[in-house]
Nanobody, 124 residues
Framework: VQLQASGGGLVQAGGSLRLSCAAS????????MGWFRQAPGKEREFVAA????????NYADSVKGRFTISRDNAKSTVYLQMNSLRPEDTAVYYCAARSRPASDYASGNSYDAWGQGTLVTVSS
């Protein structure tokens, strides 16, 4: 499966953005999906994950209550709605697909395919 992330941009603190991750090559419906981010000079970190049927979602503590992950399997697209953005949310955001549902959703090593990343910049 090939993944294409989009929707990043520059936003003021307190604003919102919605990221999209479109899949091609294979339907995304059989994959659990995740969003990760990497800020300049920092390691990649887990942001959010969703099961293949949307029955389960998980979030990093730093984004819980502000970010929402969702998916539309008919469109082979996964979304990350980001509200109440903070300067510390500035990072390149990556979507990823995981074929093994029992694997650790918060570990990048569990994911089989990655998108190219989209930059989110939050100004103070």
């Amino acid at each position: 499966v090939q993944l294409q992330a989009s929707g990043g941009g520059l936003v003021q603190a307190g604003g919102s953005l919605r990221l999209s991750c479109a899949a091609s090559g294979r339907t995304v419906s059989g994959y659990a999906m995740g969003w990760f981010r990497q800020a300049p000079g920092k390691e990649r970190e887990f942001v959010a994950a969703i099961s293949s049927n949307s029955g389960s979602t998980n979030y990093a503590d730093s984004v819980k209550g502000r970010f929402t992950i969702s998916r539309d399997n008919a469109k082979s697209t996964v979304y990350l709605q980001m509200n109440s953005l903070r300067p510390e949310d500035t990072a390149v955001y990556y979507c990823a697909a995981r074929s093994r549902p029992a694997s650790d959703y918060a570990s990048g090593n569990s994911y089989d395919a990655w998108g190219q990343g989209t930059l989110v910049t939050v100004s103070s």
